[in-house]
């Protein structure tokens, strides 16, 4: 099923406009990096302060209401970005050694950011302020950045593999 739907977006106008204009590929590379900047960096930051850092110096919800936000809008341009970029070669890439580690850690970050904030992070006023958060919010935080780091990897090694 995963090839089918890589044939159709490789097929695709937008895989034909990737791959045929001269300069939208590298245009959509750094578009997709400045997109990854704006959702990792947020994110680590908010997932260090889960972890303790700054505790004295920020609440969760005051970390999560400036940080988040910025790393959505980073998320909608490396998730655009992305997809545009596979459909110049989706075959090809989903072929790649490094593909199912990057599909599969991009499903991982995804669904551990629901269960976060449906989970723990709904109690959040009981544990904002405490010296140190439930496991279960250090666990998230842990897991989103072992995710993102992987994806990361994962995607530059899709050039290689």
Same mark, same amino acid.
């Given at each position: 099923?995963?090839?089918?739907?890589?044939?159709?977006?490789?097929?695709?106008?937008?895989?034909?406009?990737? +791959?045929?204009?001269?300069?939208?590929?590298?245009?959509?590379?750094?578009?997709?990096?400045?997109?990854?900047?704006?959702?990792?960096?947020?994110?680590?930051?908010?997932d260090l302060r889960l972890l303790g850092?700054?505790? +004295?110096?920020?609440?969760?919800?005051?970390?999560? +209401?400036?940080?988040?936000?910025?790393?959505?809008?980073?998320?909608?341009?490396?998730?655009?970005?992305?997809?545009?970029?596979?459909?110049?070669?989706?075959?090809?890439?989903?072929?790649?050694?490094?593909?199912?580690?990057?599909?599969?850690?991009?499903l991982l970050a995804g669904l551990n950011?629901?269960?976060?904030?449906?989970?723990?992070?709904? +109690?959040?006023?009981?544990?904002?302020?405490?010296?140190?958060?439930?496991?279960?919010?250090?666990?998230?935080?842990?897991?989103?950045?072992?995710?993102?780091?992987?994806?990361?990897?994962?995607?530059?090694?899709?050039?290689?593999?």
């Amino acid at each position: 099923m995963l090839n089918s739907l890589l044939i159709l977006l490789q097929g695709s106008p937008l895989g034909d406009l990737v +791959r045929n204009a001269q300069y939208i590929y590298p245009l959509l590379e750094a578009v997709h990096i400045l997109g990854i900047a704006l959702l990792v960096g947020p994110a680590f930051a908010f997932d260090l302060r889960l972890l303790g850092v700054a505790n +004295r110096v920020v609440t969760v919800p005051t970390a999560a +209401r400036h940080l988040l936000p910025v790393s959505h809008v980073g998320l909608a341009m490396a998730f655009a970005t992305g997809i545009a970029l596979l459909s110049a070669q989706a075959t090809v890439v989903g072929n790649t050694g490094a593909a199912p580690w990057k599909f599969g850690l991009l499903l991982l970050a995804g669904l551990n950011v629901p269960i976060f904030h449906y989970g723990v992070y709904r +109690r959040v006023d009981e544990w904002a302020e405490a010296a140190v958060t439930p496991i279960l919010a250090r666990a998230a935080a842990v897991v989103s950045m072992v995710a993102w780091i992987g994806v990361i990897l994962a995607g530059r090694l899709l050039a290689y593999t």
